[in-house]
T-cell receptor, first 115, second 110 residues
């Protein structure tokens, strides 16, 4: 399977702990995106990378959140000092950049539950 | 700010009963209107991209159309396996990010 892969699929943690999620995009895709989705809502954009450069961050991305894509391949999203409101599904997507606005292909997400 | 509104929130159809889902958008400089299907516990699955008014795309029982203000997802003779949440998203400006609506939950019964 050559789709977008996210790990772990589920994460349960206590409030105040740090968590890190990993995303492996489709191999030839140089754009990588992070979204957050809560129950009954559509995904909300958090940030995106073109190769290793982080080009845009949403105001939703507080200073407790940090994302990296060190070699332009996989990416990590870290949340420090987790809060109840961080409970959500965190989705990663990837796309090509050639020829206009290419469709983004999503992984199956990491579901975060804060106790 | 880009806005995408989907209706209805939920739709229940009997197998074979055709219908349409609506997506209204307000975007400065639309660069693609995207339809996705999402099953429970899964990520969105790409269905279609539409770029200009008048464009239509089809896949099996689904057809997506686009006007200057709206997009429609027509479902012809649906089957129970078409049950899912259908999400509409706009790409605007220089954008790479997508702005999603809240989705339409479709249930198709026998």
């Amino acid at each position: 399977d050559t789709g977008v892969s996210q790990n772990p699929r589920h994460k349960i943690t206590k409030r105040g702990q740090n968590v890190t999620f990993r995303c492996d995009p489709i191999s030839e895709h140089n754009r990588l995106y992070w979204y957050r989705q809560t129950l009954g809502q559509g995904p909300e954009f958090l940030t995106y990378f073109q190769n290793e450069a982080q080009l845009e961050k949403s105001r939703l991305l507080s200073d407790r959140f940090s994302a990296e894509r060190p070699k332009g391949s996989f990416s990590t999203l870290e949340i420090q000092r987790t809060e109840q409101g961080d409970s959500a599904m965190y989705l990663c997507a990837s796309s090509l950049t050639t020829g206009g606005n290419q469709p983004q292909h999503f992984g199956d997400g990491t579901r975060l539950s804060i106790l | 700010e880009d806005q995408v509104t989907q209706s209805p929130e939920a739709l229940r159809l009997q197998e074979g009963e055709s219908s349409s889902l609506n997506c209204s958008y307000t975007v400065s400089g639309l660069r693609g209107l995207f339809w996705y299907r999402q099953d429970p516990g899964k990520g969105p699955e790409f269905l279609f991209t539409l770029y200009s008014a008048g464009e239509e795309k089809e896949k099996e029982r689904l057809k997506a159309t686009l006007t200057k203000k709206e997009s429609f997802l027509h479902i012809t003779a649906p089957k129970p396996e078409d049950s899912a949440t259908y999400l509409c998203a706009s790409g605007g400006g220089t954008a790479s990010k997508l702005t999603f609506g809240t989705g339409t939950r479709l249930q198709v019964t026998l």
